[in-house]
């Protein structure tokens, strides 16, 4: 989907209708290749600024910038058909207030064709919430572990242990009431994510938030086994994709060195033969 073409896309009032009915499926994607398949079977596709460690090797998402988020968008966008695709804002293009927020996330929209922006943040972000999405801007909330202020929990721990409990329930309540459309819930307790879930009227999305929740989301390449750096509980792994490569380009090396490749079926000779690879 380009950002000129009609959308058949779902929207997110579609994704919000889901609330209480069958689990709704979402993973990240960065590529157009990988985008294309994530379409196929998921309802919702996040362009998250997890880019910045999976894709880039950054250490955290801190560093990562509003056109970097803009670029994987429109590859993201390019391969998906069905699926809604949001885009997350990424730390500081959007905290300094909703003015700020909305230039930056028009910009996101505009650019990349996608159908909704993420942010992190419960009741300090409420009042931005309710200015984009009353301007047009859909918005997914994130709240729990909010991964943009790893260095303000000083880690990726679970939140919502004791007294934290209150403060993130009241967060989805915030979140709910000014707009956003579903809110990301991560790394919480069971009873936390059960207790939210109820209380809101907007789909909960867990990441390590358990299956009391209204749909779920991965790092695509944490489920793939391409993204190894570590490996949090929650996530469950379908497939060893980077011991794959891992074996693949060994193979090709060795093959190389030990002339084996390239073999006679992969040299152009003296004539011509048709063939599909010209
Ligand atoms: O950036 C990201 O990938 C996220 C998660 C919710 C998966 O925000």
Redesign the pocket.
């Known amino acids: 989907m380009s950002a000129t073409s009609i959308s058949k896309a779902l929207t997110p009032p579609d994704i919000k209708a889901r609330k209480g009915g069958t689990p709704i499926a979402c993973l ?1 994607a960065y590529t157009t290749p990988f985008a294309r398949i994530v379409d196929r079977h998921c309802d919702l596709i ?1 362009v ?3 880019v910045g460690m999976v894709l880039h090797g950054l250490p955290s ?1 801190v560093a990562v910038s509003l056109d970097m988020m803009i670029m994987h968008g429109q590859a993201v966008c390019r391969g998906a058909g069905r699926a809604l695709v949001v885009v ?1 804002l990424p730390f500081g293009s959007y905290e300094e207030g909703p003015e700020q927020a909305f230039r930056n996330a028009a910009r996101v929209m505009a650019e990349t064709g996608c159908g909704a922006v ?1 942010l992190e943040g419960g009741e300090t972000m409420a009042e931005t919430i309710r200015f984009l999405t009353r301007r047009g801007i859909p918005v997914m909330a ?1 709240i729990g572990l909010t ?1 943009q202020a790893v260095n303000t929990f000083g880690g990726y721990k679970v939140q919502g242990r004791g007294a934290g409990a209150e403060q993130i329930l009241k967060d989805a309540e915030a979140v709910s009431e000014a707009g956003a459309f579903c809110v ?1 819930l ?1 790394k919480v307790t069971e009873p936390l994510a059960r207790s939210i879930t109820e209380a809101v009227a907007i789909p909960t999305i867990g ?1 390590g938030a358990s299956a009391a929740c209204d749909g779920q ?3 695509l390449d944490d489920v793939l086994g391409i993204f190894t750096d570590f490996r949090p509980k929650f996530v469950k792994r379908y497939a060893e994709l980077g011991r794959d490569a891992e074996t693949a380009i060994s193979a090709y090396a060795k093959d190389v060195r030990e002339h084996r490749f390239p073999g006679p079926e992969h040299v152009f000779g003296e004539t011509a033969r048709p063939s599909a690879g010209g």
């Open positions: 990240t996040l998250g600024d997890s998402t997350d993420k994130h991964p990301v991560e990441i989301i991965l790092v």
